[in-house]
């Protein structure tokens, strides 16, 4: 099997190199930034290369949220955010600005390692492709993960693309926000419903005219249903 490489963005040597030599008895294969100016620039010279980042939110020069933005306008690589902050704001910034996962300091190593593994898992599973879906006006290019209302291009993050996706293909089905977070986010992740709010927020807002197509259940969930 091919060596994963994992970029790993903290600003404490300590922690950074801690990480490092513990993914690297793992067969990981490892690159390092120490401020955020410095890890757009690795990010960009490997971009082919790099499977999965580690992305530390306070850092010198850019913060993480800026530089998780500057990597998304390239790649959907997978992206975990380690932070020392609390609080649900901080999460539900991560995932709008694109993060698959995100994990508070102080963690322990192999709980970090479960999480690397569970995300590289998601993105790599083999599953059945199904080119396109459409529904009234909205269609998904599922190979290609773009999306288009009434024939115009939107710009999705990756978890509102999964989001979109999941809703089209479960049609006329009321979808509770919990088998929204595990169909998207594993049930690994250990994260609020409020993620799900979020995202169908954005998603709304970006399907303008559309956005009828998403009904809240009052106390449940949400359904995808075309009038």
Known sequence: MDKKTILIVEDEDKLRMTVADFLKIYDYEIL???????????????????????????????DGQYVLKK??????????????????YEQIKSFGNGVDDYIKKPFMLVLLKARIEAVLKRVTKPETIVDELEAGAIKLDCAARKAYVNGK?????????DVLRFMLKNQKVTLTR???????????????????????????????????????????GYIFEVE
């Open 178 to 220: 919990e088998q929204i977070l595990n169909a998207v986010w594993g049930e690994e992740y250990d994260g609020t419903y409020r993620t799900v709010d979020t995202i169908i927020k954005q998603i709304r807002i970006k399907l303008g005219d559309c956005q009828s197509y998403i009904k809240s259940i009052y106390g449940v």
């Open 153 to 161: 291009y939107f710009v999705t993050t990756p978890k509102e693309f």
């Open 71 to 88: 990597i998304r306008e390239l790649s959907e690589v997978p992206v975990i955010m380690m932070t020392a902050k609390s609080g649900d």
């Open 32 to 62: 390092e930034a120490k401020d955020g100016e410095c890890a757009i620039k690795v990010f960009e010279e490997n971009i082919k290369k790099i499977d999965l980042v580690l992305l530390d939110i306070m850092l010198p020069v850019f």
